[in-house]
């Protein structure tokens, strides 16, 4: 079961590596959020506790639910273009995310045979974290780096589960709220932003040194 | 004469002969789907019988090619055809390392109608046959993947081994043997100029990819085309429909029907995605296919780390 | 000597290379067409009266006739790997030299010497078959010498102009870099085991630093000149200025010189580290991709071919890796198939590579230009030379019937061996290596289609007023094309010299896994596809009597004036391929958008530049040369200062070597 959703989650990463409208960046966002809660939900089947359940339960209410809202939110309320503006072409990103993927499963496999980890998550979150920095670096849109940050913050989530199967609760919680406030104040930020420039993009954020 | 080889006869024949009544069926589904009546399931049938009735017209400045490429293209598939395994019988052609010459053979019909294409000297053609280029070389790493990751999973190098060495026991190969059908049916639209890739129905020379190839042809040539065209198509549906073979092991019956049954669904979802998708930018179908690809590796690389 | 004349072999050996060696003689006849025709003859009988030795050799067909193994007190030895080379060579170079029949009249009528041209093809076509039969290290580098300036000598036959000056002179410089690094290399092996002759190098296992260094020069050395993706950016600079007959024979036959260099170091160091193996694959997969994607960027035909090469050369190279990767896992099979894949290629490819540089020779001459977008409806003039070219453009594309696809079939089986063989992730790399391959072939499928479709197909951009073709054109072009259909079509016996060969000189345990391929099933397959043919042709004349057929013009939307320019170009074909993967290629285009009023003639150019060439061969270049023009010695004009400067160096490295030793 885990396997399968990694594939899934490996599947959205190369569906943000590939498509060039920000709504498709977001539709993932959900779909990741989704896919969390229900690897996070699936050992509380057997083994029900209202303990356990409460973190996918967060985890889908404020990565399926809230986030994408608000970035929806900023998006309209900006008029902000639907198009990412990528740097290089798609043609060479996603080569480029496919080599990096096949590199990190080969190294998490040499690692697996060290130290016990599961490999496929493992490298599932490693190659989420890659995709969330390279989606930084090859794209100019600032709320495009919101969400590459977001799908780095994921990839760090199911790398968690990953390394020890259960993180302690406060700590995942604790993550989450300084992901929502990131964002959050991302949000607010653009938005002043907005107000004395033109255009949100990177290239010129540089204007604002002086 | 050998059983085996009167079984790869009849199921080249039955390959050959039920092509076109499954392009039928393809376009019956659609036209349902969109509210219309649409021709008979035969249609196809009638169409070819109409083509080879008429006369042959080649451009004026075409040259040999032209004339011999539709031959040439009829007869590659043929034998392509008869590499495929239908069922449990063994295929008329079948060796070790198949798969290479099955890529190649329809690599080969492709040669020479890009070039019968080009023949003509018309810019329409033309670019039909950049296009088909261009798409063919992003399509044929999808069949390489998927075949491949099978093939090298259960070390067998023929088509026919490899449909036989899929089964049910694992649950793991069971999610790899269908995200690999997936990659397939992904690579049957673009082979078969199918809707996301390419519109069949679309009557504008400058947004078709293989129709316009065929622009200029007519009579035998275009019959030969139109046929090939048929086989292709359902070369791959039967592809696809090979990885269900696991499920049709009692008997011929079972299989059968499991056969009737899948082909309709595959054509009930080609004829889905013609109805509920648009084509997508000429720009962007290289990402499209080079996405199936992606599936293919990631389905591999999984596979291999959870043995 | 002893016992050298007791063998009629041996006579014969000599006698061929006697022969050969005449030919120069006649160069020194007054009359410039009485040289072309009498030592142009005699060369061939020597090269015909060679094959016929080979052939009767003891690897082939076991005559008598055939040579002993060793040689002039073992300076000459002929081993398998040898016998095999010295046949492609000369395989090659017999059709070649037919064309320069045709060919060199041209330059004739233009009055324009060609004796230097012919005495220095001879002297480079021996040369390159005594390489490969050379057993003495010191005789070996004279003779790679000899070839490499001989070869320069022919490229600049027309030498007055300025792109002829300046694409032989990367050939040059790069030939001496390898020179340079085969000495170190030879030194070495040498220093370690105390002998000249190749035949004594044998390192074994434990010294691992050595070998990787030998393996690391060898690879470098060989690969300068076989034109691996890194240092081959002398090919496309070399091969378009060179005359084509010139061309024809160094993309044929002189890189292959390089492959047998690294053939030749693997039999010294096996069984090689595991990384060598997958140094050669990697290099070689990138160079046959990038290579066939250069390729399709190029309007020159010439530069097109040459990055072709690099492809083919790639190709030889994974077969190559294969068997290094079989030797160190200790699997014959494996090797069996690498380096039958890497011989069958290497003949396979000195065949089509041949026919398409004189196909493309024949035409370039006719319209006087290299540019295929100014070519176009050829196939209307010159039936045969598209077809032939059509044969060579299929064999080159790897596409089945034809000879390309019997050697690139068991390259993809060696894959299927190495991930049958050995598990682990092993099957992940090697079905990369798969998909890699048949990427390179789509690759080619769209070069070749290009090329055919431009070149030959349509209508004629540019007016052609008489296509001279000659008996000479047809016969060279036509003896390659029946080869590759020969080949593709019955390949069991090349299959079985191959696995002699390599059964004979690679000292490996006997494997059958390259003869049991099912190559009659595939004769039997290829026969049929034959045979389908001809019923649907005959249907098709039945149709034709019984439903008519006629001619009239291709549909236009209703347009009449068609005008040949408006034919679909070799540049759009390619642009959609291209503009992919823009940024290796260092592609660009430039569309003039400026709007007027009035509609103005507009512009469009697009270009492609080699990546290697000009952000590292070039900016390295540079560097050395301003480096150098700061050192004041450099710069005196007098060449007294020189000469010093030379009996210096020679003093200071023999008083180095006295010192060593």
Known sequence: ???????????????????????????????????????????????????????????????????????????????????????????????????????????????????????????????????????????????????????????????????????????ELGVLLDVFVVVFLMGIALNKIRSSFEGIEVTQLGRLKD | ???????????????????????????????????????????????????????????????????????????????????????????????????????????????FQILAAMDIGSSFEGMGAAREVTFALFAEPIFFFTIGSIAFVSGAASLYEIYHSIHLDNISYMVFVVICSISIFMLAVTECSRMPVDDPNTHLELTMIHEVMILDNSGFDLFLYQYSGYIKLFIYTVLEISFFNPFGKESYLVYAGIFIVIAFALAFLLGMAETITSRYRMKNIPQYLLFATAIGILNLLIFTFTQ | MNGFFSNTGNILFAAVFAIQFLAIVFTGLKNDRRALYYSNFVLLIGLVSGLFVTLSSKLFFALPTGPQNSLLNNWIRLDGLSFYFLFVIQLAAIPTTLYNFSYLRHYMEKKIGIKNFILFYILTII????????????????????????????????????????????????????????????????????????????????????????????????????????????????HPVAPTVMSAFLSGVIIKTGIYGIIRTFLF???????????????????????????????????????????????????????????????????????GGALLHTLNHAIFKSLLFIGSGIVCQNLDTRNIELMGGLVHRAGYIALFFLIGSVAISGIPPLNGFISEFVIFTG?????????????????????????????????????????????????????????????????FAALCIAIGFYPAPFVEI?????????????????????????????????????????????????????????????????????????????????????????????????????????????????????????????????????????????????????LIIITIYSLIAFLWT
């Not at chain 2, 092509?19 to 021709?39: C, E, Y």
């Not at chain 3, 050669?280 to 020159?300: E, K, P, T």
């Not at chain 3, 998909?435 to 540019?462: D, H, P």
Request: net charge positive.
């Open chain 1, 1 to 171: 079961m885990e396997n399968v959703l990694s594939i899934l989650f490996c599947l959205s990463l190369f569906y943000v590596s590939l498509t060039l409208r920000v709504k498709g960046y977001i539709a993932v966002l959900r779909s990741q959020g989704i896919i969390l809660a229900i690897l996070l939900l699936y050992p509380f089947i057997y083994d029900f506790s209202v303990y356990g359940v409460i973190i996918p339960l967060t985890i889908l209410i404020i990565k399926v639910f809230f986030i994408p809202r608000y970035i929806n939110k900023i998006i309209l309320d900006l008029d902000i273009k639907r198009q990412v503006e990528p740097t290089i072409q798609q043609m060479t990103f996603l080569p480029l995310v496919i080599a990096s993927m096949i590199l990190i499963f080969l190294a998490t496999h040499i690692i697996s045979l060290i130290t016990k980890i599961d490999v496929i998550p493992f490298a599932s979150g490693f190659s989420a974290i890659v995709v969330g920095i390279y989606i930084m670096i090859f794209r100019k849109k600032l709320i495009v780096h919101v969400v590459g940050f977001l799908i780095m913050e994921n990839g760090i989530f199911l790398f968690g589960t990953a390394v020890a199967s259960e993180l302690p609760m406060m700590i």
């Open chain 2, 1 to 111: 004469m050998d059983i085996e080889i009167i079984q790869g006869i009849i199921s080249l024949l039955l390959l050959i002969l039920l092509a076109p009544l499954f392009s039928g069926v393809v376009n019956k589904l659609k036209a349902k789907m969109t509210g219309r009546i649409g021709a008979p399931v035969l249609q196809p049938y009638y169409e070819l019988k109409r083509l080879f009735r008429k006369e042959t017209i080649n451009a004026s400045n075409s040259s040999f090619i032209s004339r011999f490429s539709p031959i040439l293209n009829f007869v590659a598939v043929i034998i392509a055809a008869a590499m495929l395994p239908v069922g449990f019988w063994k295929p008329l052609i079948s060796f070790n390392g198949d798969i290479i010459l099955f890529a190649y053979i329809l690599g080969l019909a492709r040669f």
């Open chain 3, 498 to 646: 191959v696995q002699r060969v390599i059964a004979a000189s690679f000292n490996i345990q006997p494997s059958s896994t390259l003869i049991n391929m099912d190559w009659f099933y595939l004769s039997a397959i290829f026969g049929s596809i034959v045979l389908g043919i001809a019923a649907l042709l005959l249907v098709k004349l039945w149709h034709h009597k019984k439903y008519g057929s006629r001619v009239s013009g291709a549909w236009a939307c209703g347009y009449e004036n068609l005008s040949p320019r408006m034919q679909y170009t070799a540049s759009s074909f390619a642009d959609e391929i291209n503009t992919i993967s823009g940024s290796i290629l260092l592609y660009n285009k430039e569309i003039d958008k400026s709007e007027k009023p009035f509609p103005t003639p507009l512009k469009f150019e697009s270009h492609s530049r080699d990546f290697v060439d000009r952000k590292l061969a070039m900016p390295a270049y540079g560097f050395l040369k301003s480096f150098i023009s700061k050192i004041g010695i450099f710069n005196q004009t007098d060449i007294r200062y020189y000469i010093a400067f030379i």
């Open chain 3, 415 to 479: 894959f299927f061996s190495i991930a049958g063989e050995l598990k682990n992730y092993y099957p992940i790399l090697m079905l990369i290596m798969v998909v890699g391959l048949a990427f390179v072939g789509g690759l080619a499928v769209a070069c070749f289609t290009k090329v055919n479709a431009i070149i030959f197909l349509g209508s004629e951009r540019k007016e052609v007023k008489h296509f001279h073709t000659t008996i000479y054109d047809y016969l060279s072009l036509g003896i």
């Open chain 3, 269 to 339: 160091i096996k069984p090689v580290p595991e990384w060598s193996g997958w140094l050669v694959l990697i290099v070689s997969m990138i160079s046959a991709v990038f290579g066939v994607w250069y390729a399709l960027a190029q309007h020159d035909i010439k530069k097109l071919l040459a990055y072709h090469s690099v492809e083919n050369i790639g190709i030889i190279g994974i077969g190559i890796g294969i068997g290094f990767i079989g030797s160190a896992n200790n699997l014959p099979a494996v090797e069996f198939l690498g380096f």
């Open chain 3, 127 to 238: 040369s390159t078959q005594v390489i490969v039969i050379a057993n003495q290290a010191v005789f070996f580098l004279v003779c790679w010498e000899v070839m490499s300036i001989s070869a320069y000598f022919c490229m600049i036959l027309e030498k007055e102009k300025e792109e002829v000056q300046k694409g032989s002179f990367y050939y040059f410089a790069a030939s001496h870099v390898v020179v340079f690094i085969l000495y170190i290399f030879f030194f070495l092996l040498h220093h370690q085991t105390g002998s000249w002759f190749l035949s004594d190098y044998h390192l074994s296992f434990e010294d691992g630093a050595v070998i990787s260094t030998i393996f690391i020069l060898s690879f470098i050395g060989f690969g300068i000149k076989a034109g691996f993706m890194p240092f081959h950016f002398w090919l496309p600079q070399a």
